[in-house]
């Protein structure tokens, strides 16, 4: 597997023109690598500093994230051209879930998503419906952000910021408790128990959409 020590890449600073050495590891392994990890969860990983100037920028690029403790990777694939990465030749426990993503906020979530005991799918189809939720409640002129997951000391919560017309900015929160686990356990879990066995997945916005709309077209009761 490379090394990040051995992906060291010459860039150009924007601002002054000099080169700035940095290292763009294609695979980063968790395991191995904790601080990384960090770096990614706080948005500073896919950040170059220049250190003849003191300008940064982001710079993104297709990045294989592996976790073999918890047996998953997560593709970070920005330019949907480039192929996925192949994850037969690698030392590294098979992995039991493939994720794919195209951005750097994303990714960071999707690492929170997929270490949490809670099932990503079921996570992205409460935030799908709590989406529509504020959606139907908002008065019209309001702005909404995009829902976000994560868990807090009172366990995983979802979070939307919005700017609601005439009142301004709000956070809107939507608390996973046990209880409302086990209703969306119940109502969706027929449908997603099944992972596809060696393919990336993008599970995100798109595939919780087909999800509720399947639902709602074939109830269960
Ligand atoms: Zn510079």
């Known amino acids: 597997m490379p090394d990040a020590a051995l992906s060291l890449h010459t860039l150009t600073c924007p601002a002054c023109r000099r080169t700035v050495t940095q290292s763009l590891p294609p695979v980063l392994n ?12 706080n948005h500073s990983f896919f950040t170059v500093s220049c250190p003849h100037c003191g300008e940064s920028w982001e710079i993104l690029y297709n990045l294989l994230y592996c976790d073999p403790l918890r047996r998953f990777m997560i593709a970070l694939q920005p330019d949907t051209k480039m192929p996925f990465p192949s994850v037969s030749h690698m030392d590294i426990p098979t992995p039991e879930q493939l994720r794919v993503v195209h951005d750097a906020e994303d990714l960071a979530e999707k690492i929170q998503q997929m270490e949490d005991p809670v099932d990503d799918r079921l996570i992205e189809t ?24 994560h868990r807090g000391p009172e366990g995983p919560v979802i979070s939307l910021p919005m700017e609601i017309k005439g009142k301004g900015y709000a956070m809107g929160t939507d ?21 596809l066995p060696g393919g990336f997945r993008e599970i995100g916005r798109d595939y919780a959409r087909r999800l509720v709309e399947f639902c709602r077209r074939n109830p269960t009761g």
């Open 175 to 195: 608390r996973l408790t046990p209880e409302r686990l086990q209703e969306l356990d119940r109502l969706y879990h027929p449908l997603i128990s099944a992972e």
């Open 30 to 41: 968790a395991a191995l690598h904790p601080a990384e990890r960090e770096r990614i969860l």
């Open 126 to 149: 409460a935030k799908y419906l709590f989406y529509l939720k504020i959606r139907n409640a908002l008065p019209p002129g309001s702005l909404m952000g995009m829902p976000v997951f």
